[in-house]
C-alpha cells in the first residue's frame, strides 16, 4: 500500500481537511446573518486553514522543525474549527447529528495531524545529498547551477504508507527503543 506522494493534494489528511473546508461553508451558508462578521468568518477562515497550514507543512518537510511547527499551527486551527461548530450548535444553527459528525470528522483529522508531528521523521524529505565535505573537514554546500530544464529531485517525493502512519495504533518512537 506504499505510494509515492507528489505533493499536498496525495496526503489522506490534506484530502479529508480540504473536504471539510467544503462542507463548513456550506453549513455556515444556513447561519444567519448577523453572525456575517463573526461566526461565519471565524468558522469558514479555521476551517480552510487547516488545509493550508498542511500544505505549507509539505512544502517545509526539508526541514523537520519547520514541518512540525506548521503542523501545529494546523491541528490548532482543526481544534479552533470545532469550537466554532459547537457555538453554532449551542445557538441552534447546527443539528445535534451535523455538530456530531462534524466533531467526529475534525477528530480524525486532528488524529493525523498529531501522528504526522510524532512520527515527523518518517514525513521529512533530508536533501543533504547536496552537500560534501570540503577538503578541511568542514561541510560545505554545493551551488546551484542551471543548466537545462531539468528540475526534477527524484527523492522530493517519498515513498510512504500513509495508512499505516496514520493509524492510531501506529508504533511511536518512544515505542520503539527500550530505556531499560
Known sequence: MNEQIKT???LIVYQKSFAAGKRIFELSKAFPREEMYSLTDQVRRSSRSVSANIAEAWR???YEKHFCSTMNVAEAEAAETQVWIEYASAHGYLDGETTKQAIEFYDEILRMIVAMIHGSSKWCVDFKEGVKESGEGKVKELGVKESGENYDIDNDYPVL?????LAPTSP???SERSDA
Open 8 to 10: 499536498h493534494r496525495d
Open 60 to 62: 517545509k518537510r526539508r
Open 161 to 165: 504508507n500513509q495508512h499505516l502512519l
Open 172 to 174: 511511536s518512537p518512544t
